[in-house]
C-alpha cells in the first residue's frame, strides 16, 4: 500500500502511473496479495487462528474456555448475585425504592461478574484486516461486546511489540510489564496484551511482525 501511494504522487511523471486505469489495476492487485509467510502459520501451540478471505486476513483469539480462575470467580458470582436477588425482593416487597436505587452500584458489579465469566467461557477477540482498514472488535457467542475499534491503513504509523520484562521507569523504580502488540494511527490504538488475550509474548511479537510486513509499516520494539 505505501508504495503505491508513493508512485502515485511520484514527482517524476515517468514513474508515475500512466493513467487512473493502470493505478486502479495496481491497486486491485495488492488487494489480491495472499498472506505473507510470516503470517500464514502461528508459533507452535499457539492460540492464534488466521484465516484468508476475500478482503485480506482475518486473525482470531478464541474463547480462554474453563481454567481454574473459574473456580474461584464462578461460586463468588452466585454468592454475589444471590444476595442480590434476596436484596432486591425485600426491597420491592416492601416498596422500598431507596434501597433499591441504594444497590445499584452493587447490581453492575453482579452483572459485570456474569459478563466476564460468559466472555471467558465464549468470548472471542478477532482481528481483521484489509487493504485499506484494520478493525478489532470482542464478541460472545456472535454477539458484540464492545463498540469496534477501526484504524485507516493509511493511518498507521508502526506496529510496537513491548516484550514482557522488567524495566526502570522515569523515577529510577524497577516495574514489571506485560507482553502487548500495539497497532498505532496517530493518537488512536488497538492493543492486544498478554494477560487480557491469554497469549504468550512469542504470539504477540509474531504477530506484531506479520502485520508490520503484510501492511509494509515499521516495527519496532519497546520501550
Given at each position: 500500500?505505501?508504495?503505491?501511494l508513493?508512485?502515485?504522487?511520484?514527482?517524476?511523471?515517468?514513474?508515475?502511473?500512466?493513467s487512473?486505469?493502470?493505478?486502479?489495476?495496481?491497486?486491485?492487485?495488492?488487494?489480491?496479495?495472499?498472506?505473507?509467510?510470516?503470517?500464514?502459520?502461528?508459533?507452535?501451540g499457539?492460540?492464534?487462528?488466521v484465516?484468508?478471505?476475500?478482503?485480506?486476513?482475518?486473525?482470531?483469539?478464541?474463547?480462554?474456555?474453563?481454567?481454574?480462575?473459574?473456580?474461584?470467580?464462578?461460586?463468588?458470582?452466585?454468592?454475589?448475585?444471590?444476595?442480590?436477588?434476596?436484596?432486591?425482593?425485600l426491597?420491592?416487597?416492601?416498596?422500598?425504592w431507596?434501597m433499591?436505587?441504594?444497590?445499584?452500584g452493587?447490581?453492575?458489579?453482579?452483572?459485570?461478574?456474569?459478563?466476564?465469566?460468559?466472555?471467558?467461557?465464549?468470548?472471542?477477540?478477532?482481528?481483521?484486516?484489509?487493504?485499506?482498514?484494520?478493525?478489532?472488535?470482542?464478541?460472545?457467542?456472535?454477539?458484540?461486546?464492545?463498540?469496534?475499534k477501526?484504524?485507516?491503513?493509511a493511518?498507521?504509523?508502526?506496529?510496537?511489540?513491548q516484550?514482557?520484562?522488567?524495566?526502570?521507569?522515569?523515577?529510577?523504580?524497577?516495574?514489571?510489564?506485560?507482553?502487548?502488540?500495539?497497532?498505532?494511527?496517530?493518537?488512536?490504538?488497538?492493543?492486544?496484551?498478554?494477560?487480557?488475550?491469554?497469549?504468550t509474548?512469542?504470539?504477540?511479537?509474531?504477530?506484531?511482525?506479520?502485520?508490520?510486513?503484510?501492511?509494509?509499516?515499521?516495527?519496532?520494539?519497546?520501550?
Amino acid at each position: 500500500m505505501i508504495r503505491w501511494l508513493e508512485q502515485l504522487v511520484e514527482p517524476s511523471l515517468e514513474h508515475r502511473f500512466s493513467s487512473a486505469t493502470a493505478a486502479r489495476s495496481a491497486l486491485q492487485r495488492l488487494s489480491e496479495v495472499s498472506i505473507p509467510a510470516t503470517l500464514r502459520e502461528p508459533p507452535y501451540g499457539s492460540r492464534l487462528r488466521v484465516q484468508e478471505t476475500a478482503q485480506g486476513v482475518v486473525v482470531q483469539v478464541p474463547p480462554i474456555g474453563f481454567n481454574i480462575s473459574l473456580l474461584f470467580l464462578i461460586p463468588f458470582a452466585v454468592a454475589w448475585n444471590g444476595f442480590l436477588v434476596v436484596w432486591y425482593t425485600l426491597a420491592l416487597s416492601a416498596g422500598n425504592w431507596f434501597m433499591a436505587i441504594f444497590a445499584t452500584g452493587h447490581l453492575a458489579v453482579g452483572l459485570g461478574l456474569i459478563g466476564t465469566i460468559f466472555y471467558i467461557l465464549f468470548g472471542s477477540q478477532v482481528l481483521a484486516i484489509t487493504p485499506t482498514e484494520v478493525r478489532f472488535h470482542q464478541h460472545i457467542l456472535g454477539l458484540r461486546w464492545q463498540r469496534s475499534k477501526v484504524l485507516p491503513v493509511a493511518a498507521i504509523e508502526q506496529v510496537e511489540v513491548q516484550p514482557k520484562g522488567f524495566y526502570r521507569n522515569r523515577d529510577g523504580e524497577r516495574e514489571q510489564v506485560t507482553a502487548k502488540m500495539i497497532i498505532r494511527a496517530g493518537t488512536q490504538t488497538i492493543e492486544l496484551e498478554e494477560a487480557q488475550s491469554h497469549l504468550t509474548p512469542q504470539d504477540l511479537e509474531w504477530l506484531g511482525y506479520g502485520i508490520g510486513r503484510y501492511l509494509a509499516c515499521r516495527v519496532i520494539k519497546t520501550p
